[in-house]
């Protein structure tokens, strides 16, 4: 997903002959076959894509592959597997997407006259910048906090599950049922490859990398 990545070369997919029948089909699920949006409505997917995306930094070009992170959520909330608990200001997970997603279309539309799926790129971000720097914490009725917890812990899940990030930071995925055998820090697994740019701090790069975009 970079054109110059930490760990050239390496694939965690190279490694899915070690892994259970089960395991591999939970994965390769998150490639290409990932079911139809159960849970949001057409117009709530349009502003949750764009979100997630600005969430993680990830624009990529037309043509080019990217997660989709709306669709893991969607299958999520679908099945009711959340994580377990929420704040009690909040309202339960599903229900908060779907308030926070109308909260969200409504300050596009107030400030710019246009829903959030409709902005450009640069005028979703400022939106979104305005929203974590303003020193009111309620919004819509929400804890602000609280609402960025929701969407950050829903987009870097569904973001770092998915076997492409696992090779953008050189995890090596599922142990099991083979293992490891070089523990400790520094080791490598001989499937394993090293990181090309140890000094490089990842999200000074992330940003300049938007910035170039």
């Known amino acids: 997903m970079t054109a110059d990545p930490r760990f050239p070369g390496f694939d965690v997919l190279a490694q899915a002959a070690h892994w259970d029948e089960f395991t591999r089909a939970v994965v390769?699920?998150?490639?290409?076959?990932?079911?139809?949006?159960?849970?949001?409505t057409?117009?709530?997917?349009?502003?949750?894509?764009?979100l997630l995306d600005q969430l993680v930094g990830q624009r990529a070009a037309p043509g080019e592959p990217k997660v989709e992170l709306a669709r893991m959520i969607d299958a999520r909330l679908a099945e009711l597997e959340t994580d377990g608990w929420h704040y009690d200001t909040m309202p339960p997970d599903g229900e908060a997407w779907v308030r926070t997603l109308?909260?969200?279309?409504?300050?596009?539309?107030?400030?710019?006259?246009a829903p959030?799926?409709?902005l450009g790129w640069d005028d979703q971000h400022e939106?979104?910048?305005?929203?974590?720097?303003?020193?009111?914490?309620?919004?819509?009725?929400?804890?602000?906090?609280?609402?960025?917890?929701?969407w950050t812990r829903y987009a870097a899940t569904a973001f770092y599950s998915h076997p492409a990030l696992w090779n953008e930071i050189g995890f090596s995925g599922p142990s099991y049922p083979r293992g490891y055998k070089n523990l400790g820090v520094d080791k490598r697994e001989?499937?394993?490859?090293p990181d090309a740019h140890p000094d490089r701090d990842p999200v000074r790069r992330s940003?300049?990398?938007s910035e170039a975009r």
Not at 28 to 38: A, D, E, I, W, Y
């Open 42 to 50: 057409p117009q709530q997917q349009a502003a949750l894509v764009p």
């Open 116 to 118: 959030f799926a409709e």
């Open 190 to 193: 001989p499937f394993e490859v």
């Open 207 to 209: 940003e300049s990398d």
């Open 127 to 150: 939106l979104l910048a305005r929203f974590r720097s303003s020193h009111d914490d309620e919004w819509h009725g929400l804890p602000r906090s609280a609402v960025w917890s929701l």
């Open 102 to 113: 109308a909260a969200l279309d409504a300050d596009a539309l107030a400030a710019s006259g």
């Open 28 to 40: 390769f699920g998150r490639l290409h076959q990932l079911p139809p949006m159960r849970f949001f």
